[in-house]
């Protein structure tokens, strides 16, 4: 650890003098050191440690990326050192929550457990003696423990590459080659980073936020493009949000959607002239906007260009490489009975009424299936999702809408009816105010959420509508599953048709704390979400084309891709707000490439 330090000290002293040609070699051994570091203590340090630790990070990651950006742009051994720290750090805080040794070990023969194990202790061990203070008088028998502790280390780590393809996953170093290797022909990645400008020349600690963008395509050097400073970005990010409703007219969601797209994409357009196909990595408020509804200089929509997909980092196309099968059929959860209206004045939520189109989904969808368990009205639970083990698809329909913290009352969980009205707006409606309340915690909730996301605050309250109407505050040690308890490895789609589902808040590097982690952490190949309060009338549409392409042999991404096309086409659903809201968030190479017509899962008549 003082190695570390002392390296990365000297770099920033060489870097103060101008020296840059001895800055990269001194932080790239920072860094390498650093990750050795994060290996042994991420899963050893207590939560309140782990996220001191991962804003130091951060700090770091902020400087590796400004000493590329904005001291050494066209140095190429700059710009790899830059990527490659952000693929292995990006997100990785929320890795770090989900406990993946239990995960792990869950999916682990015996005799692999074992070794696990031992690892465990052994790294443990490791940790320790390396964070003890130095004593000259035991620096030999210390140097000689530490030697003998890191080759046992390497040694079970290798044993449990060398079996588990799962393990090799989850413990091999991340590399730009191998997140390069997995992408698909004709595609590339789109890594954004919001970072603050680091110059050691300056007495003042770094205020100024700025967005750069690294693509990686599947062929080729990759490049870097600097964006600018945050703040306009942040800006035009809270103007799309608020455009994303009828009341505001198609000509204003396009005239906002094609501004956004001047500050942001097209900047990067001529880094993806021959590329199909962009798997983009969101950074802060950018998880927040449909990249595929963005509009050209020639006014085009994105959508109309290329296939877009999204993952929470490039890191997560190296999951899953070992893929498992579906432990059982599809199931089909919609339209749950919420009982009577809630009572606006005594909670705050509104009411739940039935949803036309969710009744309609749970009749259409188990068409194109060989099998699907259906659950509606009161089979429609909490208890009945979570003892769902490894289903082939999980589709959910139903409410879905935010809440604050106890102090501040929810958005009232109301859908549009009918083919054209305006939806509510998300709140708050200033795009000052939407940056601000989403630092303040707000959380998706839904009749199913609680059985999927941690609540993210000891002192945040949330509210949700189950089976039976009833509305609960969540407390901190509610009896409820956490998403590493759900069983959902083998999962290879989770549709949350409901109102933003993929909306949480946003911090800097570590991608949406909501459902999107959750689903993951779950085990779930691929998942599809929404970012705003959508129609019940589109919503249905969407869905019925989409579950069509797949029938069809479509692969996932492209599958929605195909059913936003066709919704863009209907006049009544043209407005963006009706087709853009869901987004395909995927997990691996499998799930970007692959449909659902494996023989397993799809209906023969539904072709």
């Given at each position: 650890?003082?190695?570390?330090?002392?390296?990365?000290?000297?770099?920033?002293?060489?870097?103060?003098?101008?020296?840059?040609?001895?800055?990269?070699?001194?932080?790239?051994?920072?860094?390498?050191?650093?990750?050795?570091?994060?290996?042994?203590?991420?899963?050893?340090?207590?939560?309140?440690?782990?996220?001191?630790?991962?804003?130091?990070?951060?700090?770091?990651?902020?400087?590796?990326?400004?000493?590329?950006?904005?001291?050494?742009?066209?140095?190429?051994?700059?710009?790899?050192?830059?990527?490659?720290?952000?693929?292995?750090?990006?997100?990785?805080?929320?890795?770090?929550?989900?406990?993946?040794?239990?995960?792990?070990?869950?999916?682990?023969?015996?005799?692999?457990?074992?070794?696990?194990?031992?690892?465990?202790?052994?790294?443990?061990?490791?940790?320790?003696?390396?964070?003890?203070?130095?004593?000259?008088?035991?620096?030999?028998?210390?140097?000689?423990?530490?030697?003998?502790?890191?080759?046992?280390?390497?040694?079970?780590?290798?044993?449990?590459?060398?079996?588990?393809?799962?393990?090799?996953?989850?413990?091999?170093?991340?590399?730009?080659?191998?997140?390069?290797?997995?992408?698909?022909?004709?595609?590339?990645?789109?890594?954004?980073?919001?970072?603050?400008?680091?110059?050691?020349?300056?007495?003042?600690?770094?205020?100024?936020?700025?967005?750069?963008?690294?693509?990686?395509?599947?062929?080729?050097?990759?490049?870097?493009?600097?964006?600018?400073?945050?703040?306009?970005?942040?800006?035009?990010?809270?103007?799309?949000?608020?455009?994303?409703?009828?009341?505001?007219?198609?000509?204003?969601?396009?005239?906002?959607?094609?501004?956004?797209?001047?500050?942001?994409?097209?900047?990067?357009?001529?880094?993806?002239?021959?590329?199909?196909?962009?798997?983009?990595?969101?950074?802060?408020?950018?998880?927040?906007?449909?990249?595929?509804?963005?509009?050209?200089?020639?006014?085009?929509?994105?959508?109309?260009?290329?296939?877009?997909?999204?993952?929470?980092?490039?890191?997560?196309?190296?999951?899953?490489?070992?893929?498992?099968?579906?432990?059982?059929?599809?199931?089909?959860?919609?339209?749950?009975?919420?009982?009577?209206?809630?009572?606006?004045?005594?909670?705050?939520?509104?009411?739940?009424?039935?949803?036309?189109?969710?009744?309609?989904?749970?009749?259409?969808?188990?068409?194109?299936?060989?099998?699907?368990?259906?659950?509606?009205?009161?089979?429609?639970?909490?208890?009945?999702?979570?003892?769902?083990?490894?289903?082939?698809?999980?589709?959910?329909?139903?409410?879905?809408?935010?809440?604050?913290?106890?102090?501040?009352?929810?958005?009232?969980?109301?859908?549009?009816?009918?083919?054209?009205?305006?939806?509510?707006?998300?709140?708050?409606?200033?795009?000052?105010?939407?940056?601000?309340?989403?630092?303040?915690?707000?959380?998706?909730?839904?009749?199913?959420?609680?059985?999927?996301?941690?609540?993210?605050?000891?002192?945040?309250?949330?509210?949700?509508?189950?089976?039976?109407?009833?509305?609960?505050?969540?407390?901190?040690?509610?009896?409820?599953?956490?998403?590493?308890?759900?069983?959902?490895?083998?999962?290879?789609?989770?549709?949350?048709?409901?109102?933003?589902?993929?909306?949480?808040?946003?911090?800097?590097?570590?991608?949406?704390?909501?459902?999107?982690?959750?689903?993951?952490?779950?085990?779930?190949?691929?998942?599809?979400?929404?970012?705003?309060?959508?129609?019940?009338?589109?919503?249905?549409?969407?869905?019925?084309?989409?579950?069509?392409?797949?029938?069809?042999?479509?692969?996932?991404?492209?599958?929605?891709?195909?059913?936003?096309?066709?919704?863009?086409?209907?006049?009544?659903?043209?407005?963006?707000?009706?087709?853009?809201?869901?987004?395909?968030?995927?997990?691996?190479?499998?799930?970007?490439?692959?449909?659902?017509?494996?023989?397993?899962?799809?209906?023969?008549?539904?072709h």
């Amino acid at each position: 650890m003082d190695e570390q330090l002392n390296l990365h000290n000297l770099a920033t002293i060489y870097w103060e003098q101008g020296a840059y040609a001895k800055v990269v070699p001194l932080m790239a051994r920072a860094t390498e050191i650093r990750e050795t570091q994060l290996r042994l203590e991420l899963t050893q340090l207590s939560e309140p440690h782990k996220r001191a630790l991962m804003m130091l990070l951060q700090n770091e990651t902020d400087s590796v990326v400004s000493l590329h950006i904005d001291a050494m742009r066209s140095n190429r051994q700059a710009l790899e050192l830059a990527l490659t720290t952000v693929l292995r750090r990006k997100g990785r805080g929320l890795d770090s929550l989900a406990d993946n040794d239990l995960t792990l070990r869950a999916h682990l023969a015996p005799d692999l457990r074992d070794k696990l194990d031992q690892l465990t202790a052994a790294s443990t061990e490791l940790s320790t003696r390396l964070r003890a203070a130095f004593d000259p008088r035991a620096a030999a028998s210390r140097a000689e423990a530490v030697t003998t502790l890191r080759t046992r280390v390497e040694e079970l780590e290798s044993t449990l590459t060398a079996a588990s393809a799962e393990f090799r996953v989850q413990s091999e170093p991340i590399t730009v080659a191998k997140v390069r290797a997995a992408l698909p022909p004709g595609a590339a990645l789109v890594e954004f980073v919001r970072y603050r400008r680091f110059d050691p020349r300056q007495t003042q600690p770094p205020q100024e936020a700025r967005y750069v963008a690294y693509v990686l395509p599947w062929k080729g050097l990759p490049q870097a493009v600097a964006l600018g400073e945050a703040a306009p970005i942040d800006a035009a990010i809270d103007a799309v949000i608020d455009a994303m409703h009828m009341g505001t007219g198609a000509g204003v969601a396009r005239a906002a959607l094609q501004h956004l797209d001047t500050l942001v994409f097209n900047q990067l357009r001529d880094q993806l002239t021959n590329v199909s196909h962009v798997i983009l990595s969101p950074d802060d408020k950018l998880n927040l906007v449909p990249f595929e509804a963005l509009v050209d200089p020639q006014g085009r929509y994105e959508l109309e260009r290329r296939l877009v997909s999204y993952v929470a980092s490039g890191r997560d196309l190296l999951r899953l490489a070992a893929r498992r099968a579906p432990r059982s059929s599809a199931t089909i959860i919609a339209a749950p009975d919420c009982g009577p209206p809630s009572s606006p004045a005594r909670n705050g939520l509104g009411t739940f009424r039935p949803l036309e189109g969710a009744a309609a989904e749970f009749a259409e969808l188990p068409a194109y299936f060989v099998q699907a368990r259906t659950l509606t009205g009161d089979q429609a639970t909490k208890v009945a999702l979570a003892a769902t083990v490894g289903p082939a698809v999980l589709h959910i329909a139903t409410h879905g809408f935010y809440a604050h913290d106890a102090a501040t009352s929810a958005t009232p969980p109301h859908e549009p009816t009918g083919s054209a009205p305006p939806p509510p707006p998300l709140p708050p409606p200033s795009s000052a105010g939407f940056a601000r309340h989403l630092r303040r915690r707000w959380r998706v909730v839904f009749p199913f959420a609680a059985a999927i996301v941690r609540r993210p605050h000891r002192r945040a309250r949330s509210r949700r509508a189950g089976a039976g109407g009833r509305q609960h505050s969540t407390r901190r040690h509610c009896d409820r599953p956490r998403a590493r308890e759900l069983h959902w490895w083998g999962t290879q789609l989770v549709v949350l048709s409901a109102c933003a589902t993929g909306v949480g808040a946003v911090p800097s590097g570590e991608g949406v704390h909501g459902m999107r982690p959750a689903l993951v952490l779950a085990g779930a190949e691929s998942q599809v979400v929404s970012l705003w309060s959508v129609s019940d009338a589109s919503t249905r549409e969407l869905m019925r084309e989409f579950y069509g392409e797949l029938a069809r042999g479509t692969g996932r991404a492209q599958a929605q891709r195909q059913a936003k096309l066709r919704l863009l086409r209907q006049p009544r659903f043209a407005h963006p707000y009706y087709w853009a809201a869901f987004i395909p968030q995927e997990t691996g190479l499998h799930s970007i490439d692959t449909s659902l017509n494996e023989g397993r899962t799809t209906n023969d008549s539904a072709h």
